[in-house]
């Protein structure tokens, strides 16, 4: 096992190396100068061309890559131009918020996805199935960020029951239940989609494995029709699903970006979507290379899980 997780994160370093280059790409060609933005539209060109120079904006664009990722690869992600402030420090402070967000809709969609793929594969063609099935098709239909905005118009402005934005109260609060009450829509909102995909491939990944010949010889043993499903099965198709929750990882951590936006929770989301409009180039190259790397340990995790279910995949 210890040579397959090593395998792993070699192969992830070209990932990652490709990562930095387009998102370096992305940002050097998006319109608008940085030292015009931190300036000014009053600014004048003197003072444009010393702060570019100052920035090393004014580098060969091969050079200016080498720079920072030669930067990088030391954990220096520079220094945000708007917010004065290192890049890493600035992550990290938020990094916090949307980590809570994102693992609380990932464990959602988890929970729930498996738990409606389970019954609807074991209730076949049943009643449950066919609502289950359903609602899966009717949360997967629903944009996030669209069904984030009507949660808000039901649920806090007109019912009242949940505050319509922001991560705690600003009057004071801060603690476990008004950060509940502040994470519930969101939270709510991001998993919807993914736990609609979870359940469709849980539901084909168990009816694949109800239909193997070591089911039909646990039930002519007489083994509980629970202990089947939940213990047979269940730990048989799990290979087949915990890729398909890796995946839905990462679309959770990405998709907190517009969630954040319309909930104004101060997660990285937010900061990269700031960024973006003040032209705050390392800050957003920063954010965005720090949530692709996330995104690549956590499958590498989830391979290696895989592995652990199956050894056959180490080979």
Known sequence: MGGYILKRLFSAIPVLLGITVIVFLIMAMIP?????????????????????????????LWRQYF??????????FGRSFVLNRPVLDEILDRFSATLILAGTAFVLCALLGILAGVVSAA??????????????????????FFLGMMMILLFAVQLRWFPV??????????????????LTMPALALSVVATGVVARLSRGAMLEVLRQDFIRTA??????????????????????????LGIQAGFVLSGAVYIEMVFQ????????????????ILLVQGGVVFIAACYVGFNIIVDVAQAWLDPRIKT
Do not use: C
């Open 32 to 60: 608008g100068d940085p030292a015009t933005a931190i300036l000014g539209s009053y600014a004048t060109p003197e003072n444009v061309a010393r702060l570019n120079r100052h920035l090393g904006l004014d580098e060969p």
């Open 67 to 76: 720079i920072w990722l030669g930067n990088l690869l030391q954990g220096d």
């Open 123 to 144: 209730r076949q063609y049943g009643l449950a199935d066919k609502a289950i099935t359903f609602v899966v098709i009717l949360g997967i239909s629903v944009p996030s």
């Open 165 to 182: 934005s922001g991560m705690y109260s600003i009057w004071g609060g801060g603690d476990l239940p008004d950060l509940i009450r502040h």
């Open 219 to 244: 039930r002519a043993k007489g083994v509980h029709e629970r202990r089947v499903i939940w213990g047979h099965a269940l730990r048989a198709a799990m290979v087949s699903i915990i890729p398909v």
């Open 265 to 280: 929770w101060p997660g990285v989301g937010r900061m990269l979507v700031d960024g973006i409009l003040k032209r705050d």
